[in-house]
């Protein structure tokens, strides 16, 4: 187990279409945490997952965006009906405690 | 709301020479500050941390310095090397409070040169 793993690295996708990012963190780590940066700017928080359990939402993440985590292991993140503004980097991380971050190398979303 | 800056976009530093970075934030809530270092094409990479309830924390070249009262805290690297060249984020959280989410600010671009 060498990390927190995103799928895929990249991806174009037509306004208007779905997307669906996967997150596989490191294995013992209960917490699940996903990030959005856009350009120029630093990492905002979107959700947060302990085990299965979804705990917290930014208001950022709209109707459009719903995150999973079945059964406390991988998370997806999906983004229905995709606009412009929505093309950033998607950062997910794991954690055993609240002081151990890792975050994996992100997806990169463009909407063209 | 801004509640982490970084007022310098960029850096430039001679290698083997101290490079400073700097951020100020606004909530007195905080009291878990972090630094990250990102490459391109890659997520952020833990670098120091630092408690409230200090004011430096040191780990061989890196070492943060943290003013409660200025609400302020800097990373100093020494001597810098070149493969320290990446973007640096500082980050807050409140301890114990729900999702105990990171607060980023805008992050520093690091360039050290040869």
């Known amino acids: 187990d060498t990390g927190v793993s995103q799928n895929p690295r990249h991806k174009i996708t037509k306004r208007g279409q779905n997307v669906t990012f996967r997150c596989d963190p490191i294995?013992?780590?209960?917490?699940l945490y996903w990030y959005r940066q856009t350009l120029g700017q630093g990492p905002e928080f979107l959700t947060y997952?302990?085990?299965?359990?979804?705990?917290?939402k930014s208001r950022l993440l709209s109707d459009r965006f719903s995150a999973e985590r079945p059964k406390g292991s991988f998370s997806t993140l999906e983004i229905q009906r995709t606009e412009q503004g929505d093309s950033a980097m998607y950062l997910c991380?794991?954690?055993?405690?609240?002081?151990?971050?890792?975050f994996g190398s992100g997806t990169r979303l463009t909407v063209v | 709301d801004q509640q982490v800056k970084q007022n310098s976009p960029s850096l430039s530093v001679q290698e083997g020479r101290i490079s400073i970075l700097n951020c100020d934030y606004t909530?007195?809530?905080?009291?878990?500050f972090l630094w990250y270092k990102k490459y391109p094409a890659e997520g952020p990479t833990f670098l120091i941390s630092?408690?409230?309830?200090?004011d430096k924390n040191e780990d061989g070249r890196f070492t943060v310095f943290l003013n409660k009262s200025a609400k302020h805290l800097s990373l100093h690297i020494v001597p810098s090397q070149p493969g320290d060249s990446a973007v640096y984020f500082c980050?807050?959280?409140?301890?114990?409070?729900?999702?105990?989410?990171?607060?980023f600010g805008q992050g520093t671009r690091l360039t050290i040169n040869p």
């Open positions: 997952f302990q085990n299965e359990a979804q705990l917290e």
């Open positions: 294995s013992e780590h209960n917490r």
């Open positions: 630092i408690s409230s309830i200090k």
């Open positions: 991380a794991s954690s055993l405690s609240i002081y151990g971050y890792t």
């Open positions: 980050a807050a959280m409140i301890v114990g409070q729900g999702a105990q989410k990171l607060v």
């Open positions: 909530n007195s809530m905080f009291d878990y």
